[in-house]
């Protein structure tokens, strides 16, 4: 008679496939509360205490390490040795093992402390899954739900191939080094190990996506289980799915919108913000940005650190956009914009904690760092004129953009609004340029911000020329003096920061 070793956290449709394996002729055994879960629920079960002559042990956490289960698990049916080795001993093999780990994730959200979380790290599941999956050519093993309907169905025909086994198989090996690697990332964290020697991250897919950046390339979202924070987690309340590009673009608008404390909206295209402006309302703020690049923010993203109200859906409503995040949408605003059917709508909360690493892929490997979290290490004057009060604020508010423009930065401002902003330049110049060109008249006055140091002083010339009034830079080129001069020249004020926004 075949035999199905049971032992499940979730339970979810374990009484179901319980039942159909029992009625195909398995005996199903069990351990601890999952024997008592399927004999409540009418599964004639057997416990694995019968089979080891051994309670649990320790309160629990011994109850399946035991060398009659695992002999019944891992032995070799086509190795005449092993099967008379097992006969000697009265053990039976087993042919399926199903099981799933206990919730470690759902642990550590509901804040629980070390020594309360170590009792959920699950010692015998992955010990019997890892040796089913050893044995993939003669034990079928389940660790995912999905495939219980499935597997019934084959072993009703007799059909599961070895390629089926292995592909289960797979899955608990997958399932097993993603619950190992979501522990060990969990005790780096606590530990301050920021770079181990051994990097294990346990990320769980949420859903493929229509197709990548492009048509042609295949894509899937996945999460970072112990992270409750990001775009990943936010809430859609219309629209429809959100493709590969949004993802890129919401996340970018939300580290954007995030770094403001003032009432404050950020429209993004292609990971850079396009507009940024801080005002007294949501309104406000939205129509000083869209005024403030007016071209770019069709088929744009748009961020709101504050809730989106009637009055702001109403404009929202009249141009094309992809995404519209904020923290709460108010019924009436709901209402108004659910009319745009395509519309996504992503609602977010900005008070829980980021991430605490930023990853990037290269071809062979990865570059792992603490993500940009700091404003800046000093405000020192470093001209004959100092920034009066209110050159100071639009000197702090463009510092803030153009930390999350792409480099080469310049971001030009006024009245706390972008009036210009130039990304991705292999020089300084260009986007000087580029910013003083869109700007026009409206520069006369504005402030600028450079993510790194000016290494000539060409770009604050030119600025200067176009009437800008103040500049806010990190310094540190060996030109510096240069530099300060230039601006001395024109009575442009400077600041310098001491701290470096490189975004590549």
């Given at each position: 008679m075949p035999k199905a070793l049971i032992s499940v956290w979730d339970k979810t449709k374990i009484v179901e496939i319980a039942h159909e394996l029992a009625t195909l002729g398995f005996t199903i055994m069990s351990t601890g509360g999952t024997a008592k879960f399927l004999s409540k629920n009418g599964v004639n079960v057997v416990p694995t205490s019968n089979i080891t002559s051994f309670n649990q042990l320790l309160g629990g956490r011994v109850k399946s390490l035991h060398p009659y289960i695992h002999a019944a698990i891992l032995a070799n049916r086509d190795d005449?040795?092993?099967?008379?080795?097992l006969e000697q001993l009265g053990i039976e093999p087993i042919d399926v093992v199903i099981v799933n780990f206990y919730p470690f994730s759902h642990a550590?959200?509901?804040?629980?402390?070390?020594?309360?979380?170590?009792?959920?790290?699950?010692?015998?599941?992955p010990a019997m899954l890892r040796a089913a999956a050893k044995n993939f050519k003669h034990v079928a093993v389940l660790c995912d739900v999905s495939d219980y309907e499935w597997f019934v169905e084959k072993v009703k025909v007799n059909s599961l191939t070895l390629n089926?086994?292995?592909?289960?198989?797979?899955?608990?090996?997958?399932?097993?080094?993603?619950?190992?690697?979501?522990?060990?990332?969990?005790?780096?964290?606590?530990?301050?190990?920021?770079?181990?020697?051994?990097l294990t991250l346990s990320y769980e897919k949420v859903c493929e996506l229509r197709y990548g950046e492009n048509p042609h390339q295949r894509a899937a979202l996945y999460k970072d289980v112990l992270v409750p924070s990001g775009i990943v987690n936010a809430k859609q309340l219309h629209g429809k799915e959100l493709s590969f590009n949004n993802y890129l673009d919401a996340d970018a608008a939300l580290s954007v919108v995030k770094d403001f404390e003032d009432t404050t909206c950020v429209v993004v295209k292609h990971t850079n913000p396009c507009a940024v402006a801080c005002a007294n309302s949501t309104l406000e703020a939205f129509e000083k940005a869209k005024a403030a690049d007016p071209v770019s923010i069709f088929g744009g993203i748009v961020a709101f650190n504050r809730g989106v109200d009637a009055e702001t859906a109403k404009k929202l409503s009249e141009i094309f956009l992809e995404v519209i995040l904020a923290p709460s949408f108010d019924a009436e605003a709901l209402e108004i914009l659910k009319k745009k059917k395509n519309l996504r709508l992503l609602q977010i909360d900005l008070?829980?904690?980021?991430e605490i690493y930023d990853l990037r892929r290269i071809s062979g490997g990865v570059l792992f760092q603490t993500p940009d979290l700091t404003d800046y290490e000093?405000?020192?004057?470093?001209?004959?004129?100092?920034?009066?009060?209110?050159?100071?604020?639009?000197?702090?508010?463009?510092?803030?953009?153009?930390?999350?423009?792409?480099?080469?930065?310049?971001?030009?401002?006024?009245?706390?609004t972008t009036l210009a902003i130039g990304a991705g330049q292999p020089n300084r110049v260009w986007p000087t340029e580029h910013c003083v060109r869109q700007a026009g008249e409206k520069a006369k006055g504005s402030v600028l911000a450079s993510d790194a140091f000016f290494p000539f002083p060409d770009a604050v010339e030119?600025?200067?020329?176009?009437?800008?009034?103040?500049?806010?830079?990190?310094?540190?080129?060996?030109?510096?003096?240069?530099?300060?001069?230039?601006?001395?020249?024109?009575?442009?004020?400077?600041?310098?920061?001491?701290?470096?926004?490189?975004?590549h």
């Open positions: 005449p040795s092993q099967m008379k080795e550590v959200h509901e804040k629980k402390e070390l020594n309360e979380l170590v009792d959920f790290i699950d010692i015998g599941g089926d086994r292995l592909r289960l198989a797979l899955k608990a090996f997958q399932y097993s080094a993603w619950y190992d690697a979501m522990i060990a990332q969990y005790f780096s964290r606590v530990a301050g190990d920021l770079f181990p020697r051994y008070n829980q904690k980021g000093q405000l020192k004057v470093v001209t004959e004129r100092a920034p009066h009060e209110e050159e100071l604020k639009d000197l702090l508010f463009a510092w803030k953009v153009v930390k999350h423009v792409k480099s080469n930065a310049i971001v030009l401002a006024k009245d706390r030119i600025a200067a020329k176009a009437g800008v009034s103040a500049i806010i830079q990190p310094g540190g080129s060996v030109r510096d003096q240069e530099v300060i001069e230039m601006a001395n020249r024109y009575n442009v004020a400077m600041i310098f920061t001491g701290t470096r926004h490189f975004k």
